[in-house]
């Protein structure tokens, strides 16, 4: 499928990384990584999350500091402080969010911080300046006016522009840059995906790319070579010419169940009676999604980034204005406008971000747990701190939180021991009936793990019906007894998975992508 | 105030747990947002600046219009040239304070800043203290006095890393400390006739110091349209985090934006004291509400990065319109303060209507 | 240092208690002595007086010729007034009172104070009592509350704002030849002090039936705002404004400023309080009349009275109930007049002990 011109393997590298490792509490992130990028070629890279995709791309253009290994650019090896010195070399990063500037031109973020003979004696001279843009701008065959403000372009044009962006540093480096595209399609529409991939090719022709991609065909259509991660190195690397998408998805997955770290014989039978029943729901990045949950299940969701699913279950949880759908608990209607309606209803919800939206770091853990159901501890107005202290001791035994005292703040506490006092603020309430766990286990250790999906069978055991988003498609199959998968916003595939017979993941995978 | 913090950002933002999604250094968006949201956000984005720049000029018309209907006074040329009088001081304040505002800070400091280069202004040009005649020179360096008490405070912001809040709160008090001390007792009448002039003496029926007041919003509009500090400041406040990461220095740009502010106060204590005739310390009381106030309602919301100056002037417009007809219509003096209050936040919740977040929070 | 300091404050409270004992000693037959500070008498040596004279703030000519006359009459006895402002904050002005106060024996203090408030004035008087400072009060004070019934609140004095009022008015009227259309400047209008100086103003027009108020409108007391106002009414009234009522100098000078911008003549300004600036612009004749209340008499009389007290020249028992709280004179000033008060010299002879109440119009109750 292959109709490059192979560059030749004896080219010395632009770009080299060697050993790179880098640790994070709890986690490995980078293990001893190596791979190299050659003078004009597409490099793709492919990985599950927690491979280790981010830490090295953010390696890669100094926003991360790896702890030990090197990074060779043009044979000498640098320490990189950040995303302007990563620039000055050469590398250049089109990040999954975009690093644009909305309420600014076109031409002003391609040049941002080095205007050149764009800006004369403090004056921007704007005809200059879009010229200057303009260069960059036809490097890629964009048609993207230099003077737009940026917040007009649509998203793929922003992306144009950050490549163009990138690409300035041809000039000012006097060298072809090395350009990291991170998840570039992932939010693209089919045709948007073959410009890209045009420019892609284009780009080819004066720099070298990295391209990091969930979807693996694509990888397998633009790449020249693919690395293949997992766990924080490099585990294969493939002539796309040479495989399938089939086999990249063994070499990803690649692992043993690990039946014991699930708590696989602790999954019990789900009741009969629906729990939540959702018809045609529909809000922003999810359509027409419709399934039901009952009691005492656990229900996955599997997507990669972009599928949906994230909205679909902040949605349930009333916090995305302009949801819309049938959507009943326990046969009475569920509102959609607000998460105070969705928590008087009985439905919890622990958010990925748990620094931002699932914990207040500067309150206690007694504070952090009652939160929700302040009315169970209150007398009147007034909040009854014997009360609200003796419950929170009963759960931080019961649910074994390490934590000093219930006044500590829960910000001083480990990931694993926040997350539960997360789920325990959920479990507090009597009447709980659906609890959505967004990504419940990011960002914790193996052990903090295993007792947070120890928790999530005790939940299930009790009747409470489970929405689970997971980092992992393992985790996701070894926790649910049903999985369903989401892909480009619509409901694509819906598994059983009963304890003793979980699905075959690449079966899963290839609805993913 | 959200400048404020932003230098953080970047680390907080990218230096998530390591399994958590993908380096986010978006446009101010918590990094859990999904990306198809991120282009509706903007979506969204792009059609609020236009429906706040035209909500404001219809807040504008709509005021008036009916000011124009009810009362034949205000309908006369001469009210129309009392009008552009009576906003030529707040004009130059308000273009000042949008640098600031641009920025996503805050500039508490007018009151003090006003009071000092009031003080100053009057003392240096002919008055009846002392024997000082620097006339125009005077004015150039209680201008340049301005711009030093801005650049104060940026710096003190930026690098001692305490919230503008804070900073021009406490600029203004150190401005009024001096202007009382520059006071001693006795109010400086100013006898320089030609800054007398600014507010008598009319060209094509305007003041002196209308004109002035239109070139300083014509020269201010060009600082921001053509100049680093116009350009960066309106880049700081649509994603610090983002220009910082580009090798822009953010902490001068920002210092600068302040001068320039300073600056215009400055200019802006000169023509009210030409129009009061002498020195008066409490001179700028209530000008940094008033200031923000017409900002806010132009679009030039505090959030930073939106609106500019231009847009601050049609709430300046808004703002003096409504304070002249409110008396010309004849609302009784009792209820006028509480009618203005209820325009003015109908107003801004009309230009901010369209500006919502994830789950509408609002500090 | 804390140590050293407790003992020069108990070095300082024996040295009164053997005063006060030598004191009752001599005085037996003084049923009224009750012993050391309390009592309507003070024994205080003239150089132990501790004279403090607060303000609002220095930022106006007015209160800052208060502390001014303070300052003279001080150095007339041979003290030091400490002045205190409190730029306009309650909260601030009781922290000052109580931070004076508690800085030792307060027995020989004397507080010459400006109440932000009408509420404000109950908190100084009780603590100034509490204290066995000596305390006069001035312009604020609420309706029920009694200098008599305190020993050591020796007065508290005001002007007659509707008088004030009512003679600028006439002034006015008399200018424009008693018949003309005229605007009113108020003050901030949730204050007394407004709301009397405009009564004054309607007790006047009653007086001329050819005068009409075309227009009220608030300016807040103050210059900037005045000159907005007036320039709109000007709009909207145009040439039958023949005189402008202003309820202080401030505004009336705005309006003066407001005229010059207009290009308007022969329109009669008048205020209230008799700021430098206004004197002027009376002798040049663009304003016509101000009143004067006199502010460094204030700031020096309200001193004079209670260091007699404190040094046991004036018993306060013994003032006139109607003196305990009462009316000052105030000066009508015009172009008749206005060279006398260019430059105002404190005559020392007013704050003799025992006429210190030569300016008294009439008690407050009274009206």
Redesign the interface.
């Known amino acids: 499928m292959s109709n490059h011109v192979r560059p030749a393997a004896a080219t010395s590298p632009v770009l080299a990384v060697r050993g790179l490792t880098k640790r994070y509490p709890g986690v490995l992130a980078l293990d001893g990584m190596d791979l190299e990028v050659r003078p004009r070629e597409v490099v793709g890279l492919i990985g599950e999350n927690g491979a280790g995709k981010s830490t090295l791309l953010k390696s890669l253009v100094g926003l991360a500091q790896p702890d030990s290994g090197s990074i060779v650019v043009r044979g000498e090896e640098v320490r990189l402080r950040g995303v302007a010195h990563a620039a000055s070399v050469g590398i250049g990063m089109v990040f999954q969010e975009q690093s644009l500037v909305p309420n600014i031109t076109v031409a002003e973020n391609i040049l941002l911080g080095a205007e050149g003979s764009g800006v004369r004696g403090g004056l921007f001279r704007w005809r200059r300046m879009a010229e200057l843009a303009q260069v960059q701008l036809d490097k890629i065959g964009s048609t993207v006016s230099a003077r737009a403000r940026t917040d007009s372009l649509t998203f793929a044009q922003r992306q144009m522009v950050e490549v163009a962006k990138v690409l300035a540093l041809e000039e000012r480096t006097a060298h072809e840059p090395v350009v990291l595209l991170d998840e570039p399609t992932s939010v693209l529409e089919r045709e948007e995906v073959e410009t890209l991939f045009a420019q892609v090719r284009r780009l080819r022709e004066r720099a070298s790319v990295v391209f990091v991609s969930h979807r693996l065909d694509e990888v397998l259509e633009i790449s020249d070579r693919v690395y293949v991660l997992r766990n924080g190195r490099v585990v294969a690397e493939v002539d796309p010419a040479e495989v399938d998408a089939t086999d990249l998805h063994h070499l990803l997955i690649g692992r043993e169940s690990t039946g014991s770290h699930y708590h696989d014989d602790a999954q019990q039978q789900p009741a009969a009676d629906v729990r939540l029943s959702v018809r045609d729901l529909q809000t922003a990045g999810c359509t027409q999604a419709s399934f039901e949950i009952r009691a005492g299940e656990v229900l996955g969701v599997a997507g990669v980034q972009g599928s949906g699913r994230e909205e679909l279950c902040r949605a349930l949880f009333g916090a995305v204005p302009g949801a819309r759908g049938e959507v009943l608990l326990d046969g009475k209607p569920l509102r959609l406008d607000s998460p105070r309606a969705a928590v008087l209803a009985g439905v919890g919800y622990v958010p990925s971000e748990r620094r931002t939206e699932g914990v207040v770091s500067s309150m206690s853990v007694t504070e952090n747990m009652s939160m929700a159901h302040v009315g169970t501890v209150c007398r009147g107005p007034v909040i009854d701190g014997r009360r609200e202290r003796a419950l929170v001791d009963t759960w931080v035994r019961r649910l074994g939180i390490r934590t000093p005292s219930g006044d500590t703040a829960i910000g001083t506490l480990s990931g694993g021991n926040q997350q539960k006092v997360v789920l325990a603020r959920w479990m507090v309430s009597e009447q709980l009936r659906l609890l959505i766990l967004d990504h419940p286990t990011r960002g914790l250790d193996v052990g903090a793990k295993s007792e947070v999906y120890e928790l999530i069978r005790e939940l299930a055991g009790s009747g409470c019906a489970v929405l689970l988003l997971s980092d992992t498609l393992e985790e996701a199959l070894a926790m649910s007894h049903r999985v369903l998968v989401m892909k480009d916003g619509r409901i694509t595939a819906c598994l059983d998975a009963p304890r003793g017979g979980k699905p075959d993941p690449v079966a899963i995978m290839e609805a993913m992508v | 105030m959200a400048g404020d913090t932003a230098p953080h950002a970047p680390t907080r933002t990218l230096e998530p747990a390591p399994l958590a999604g993908a380096p986010a250094p978006g446009a101010g968006g918590g990094n859990g947002d999904a990306p198809a949201a991120t282009s509706g956000r903007a979506r969204a984005t792009r059609s609020a600046d236009v429906v706040q720049t035209r909500a404001s000029l219809i807040a504008l018309a709509v005021l008036v219009v009916v000011f124009a209907a009810i009362?034949p006074?205000f309908r006369?040329a001469?009210?129309l040239q009392?009008i552009i009088?009576?906003a030529a001081v707040l004009a130059v304040l308000a273009t000042g304070i949008t640098f600031v505002l641009m920025l996503g800070a805050i500039d508490l400091s007018l009151p003090g800043v006003i009071?000092a280069c009031a003080m100053t202004v009057s003392l240096l040009v002919a008055n009846s203290r002392n024997t000082q005649d620097l006339g125009l020179l005077g004015i150039a360096l209680t201008i340049l006095l301005g711009a030093a008490f801005g650049l104060l405070s940026g710096v003190l912001s930026t690098r001692l890393r305490i919230p503008t809040f804070m900073t021009t709160l406490g600029m203004s008090a150190i401005g009024?400390g001096i202007?009382?001390i520059l006071?001693?007792?006795?109010?400086p009448?100013v006898l320089d006739e030609s800054l007398g002039a600014w507010?008598?003496h009319?060209i094509a029926g305007f003041?002196v110091m209308s004109l002035i007041a239109v070139a300083a919003v014509a020269l201010g509009w060009a600082i921001q349209r053509w100049t680093r500090i116009g350009r960066y400041a309106a880049a700081i406040g649509g994603a610090e985090d983002i220009v910082l990461l580009s090798g822009v220095p953010v902490a001068r740009y920002k210092t600068l934006a302040f001068g320039v502010a300073g600056a215009f106060y400055g200019l802006g204590a000169v023509m009210?004291t030409a129009?009061?005739?002498?020195g008066?310390?409490?001179?700028g009381?209530g000008t940094d509400f008033a200031a923000i106030t017409a900002a806010v309602i132009g679009g030039t919301l505090l959030s930073g990065g939106r609106g500019g100056v231009l847009q601050s002037m049609i709430g300046v417009l808004a703002l003096t319109v409504l304070?002249?007809g409110l008396?010309?219509t004849g609302v009784s003096?009792?209820v006028?303060q509480a009618v203005q209050g209820v325009i003015v936040v109908l107003a801004v919740a009309v230009a901010t209507w369209p500006v919502r977040r994830r789950l509408g929070v609002v500090k | 240092m804390a140590a050293r300091m407790n003992r020069s404050r108990g070095t300082a409270l024996i040295g009164s208690v053997v005063v006060a004992l030598a004191l009752s000693a001599c005085g037996e037959s003084s049923a009224e002595a009750e012993g050391e500070g309390s009592g309507s008498t003070g024994a205080c040596a003239p150089e132990d007086v501790t004279l403090v004279g607060q303000v609002r703030?220095?930022?106006?000519?007015y209160e800052?010729?208060w502390?001014?006359g303070g300052d003279a009459f001080a150095e007339s006895v041979g003290l030091e007034q400490q002045k205190l402002t409190y730029d306009g904050d309650s909260q601030q002005q009781q922290e000052q009172i109580r931070q004076v106060l508690a800085s030792g024996d307060a027995s020989c203090t004397v507080i010459n104070a400006l109440p932000n408030g009408d509420s404000d004035t109950t908190p100084i008087v009780n603590a100034a009592d509490g204290a066995d400072a000596w305390l006069v009060t001035q312009w604020n004070k609420p309706a029920d509350l009694d200098p008599t019934a305190y020993d050591r609140w020796v007065a508290h004095l005001t002007y007659d704002g509707v008088e004030s009022g009512y003679q600028i008015a006439k002034a006015l009227f008399e200018e424009m030849g008693g018949s003309g259309g005229v605007i009113a400047l108020?003050g901030i209008?949730d204050t007394a002090a407004a709301q009397d100086r405009f009564l004054g103003l309607q007790k006047a027009l009653e007086e001329y039936p050819d005068i009409t108020l075309l227009d009220?409108?608030?300016a807040d007391f103050?210059?900037?705002t005045a000159?907005?106002?007036t320039?709109?009414?000007l709009?909207?009234h145009g040439e039958e404004v023949g005189g402008i009522w202003a309820a202080n100098d401030d505004m009336a000078?705005?309006a003066v400023?407001a005229l010059?911008?207009a290009?308007v003549d022969g329109v009669a300004v008048a205020g209230i309080d008799a700021?430098?600036?206004a004197l002027?612009a009376i002798a040049d004749g663009s304003m016509t009349a101000t009143v004067s209340s006199d502010g460094p008499w204030q700031g020096a009389v309200g001193l004079a009275m209670g260091y007699c007290a404190a040094t046991g020249e004036l018993d306060v028992a013994s003032i006139d109930a109607e003196d305990r709280a009462f009316f000052a004179e105030q000066f009508l000033i015009t172009e008749d007049n206005v060279g006398e008060f260019s430059d105002p010299q404190l005559d020392m002879s007013e704050f003799d002990c025992d006429s210190l109440f030569s300016r008294a119009t009439g008690p407050i109750a009274a009206s």
């Open positions: 009362s006074q006369t001469g009210n009392q009088d009576a009071g009024l202007a009382t006071f001693a007792g006795v109010r009448v507010a008598s009319r003041t009210l129009r009061l005739g002498s008066v310390v409490e001179a009381a304070a002249n008396i010309l003096p009792y006028q | 703030n220095q930022t106006n000519p800052a010729a502390l001014e108020q209008l009220d409108q608030t103050d210059r900037a000159l907005e106002v320039r709109t009414l709009t909207q000078l705005g400023q010059e911008a290009g700021v430098p600036e002027e």
